[in-house]
């Protein structure tokens, strides 16, 4: 069921769950508990979901982002400076700043309530980010409709038609194994891993659509 796709889990032990269509959902062990927008959420269509270090749950939908700290819901928005409400992916970085990645609008890092955004005009292939990580090493890597990005936090390196990755150009999802390989899910083109030379795809003859949306 896609409402499994999109979790985390708080400090209680608390599974919080979202999905296109499902609103927000939390199972404490023993029953579920739905948040829709009558609750207070931005919107039912849930695309991605972390937890920051206080503990509260941020929740990107295609209205924006809602912030749940287990009672009340606070918003951010277009008109709080979001450069698009569709929000398609959100991480934590290792200080603990919140990365949100749009449709349309780049990436943004959201630090004590203000945003740093980053663009086509900054560096990235596209605007259109699906994908997010930060690595071991600290470098983040942004899965666009025109590429994969690497940004360590002062320069941007872009991988699109040249370093082996001339197939499957949009990417929707990003993954670091524990051996430092990213694992790329692209759209209709299956996965790719890259070792930090070399792209290498992987066979998805078994997979009955090689558009993959999760690795």
Known sequence: SDVYKRQTQDKNGNIWMGGISRGLWKYDGQKFTNYREKDGLTSNNISTLVKDKNENIWIGTDEGISKFDGTFFTHITEKDGLTNNKVTSLILDKKGNVWIATEGGGVSRYVVESFIHFTENT?????????????????????????????????????????????????????????????????????????????????????????????
């Open 123 to 215: 560096g990235l292939p596209s605007s259109k980010v699906y994908a997010m990580i930060q690595d071991n090493s600290g470098n983040y890597w942004f899965g666009t409709s025109h590429g994969l990005c690497k940004f360590d936090g002062n320069n941007f390196m872009n991988y699109k038609l040249k370093n082996g990755f001339s197939e499957g150009n949009f990417i929707r999802a990003l993954f670091q194994d524990k051996k430092g390989n990213i694992w790329i899910g692209t759209q209709g083109k299956g996965v790719f891993v890259f070792d930090g030379e070399t792209f290498l795809p992987v066979s998805y003859t078994h997979l009955t659509l090689p558009t993959i949306y999760s690795v």
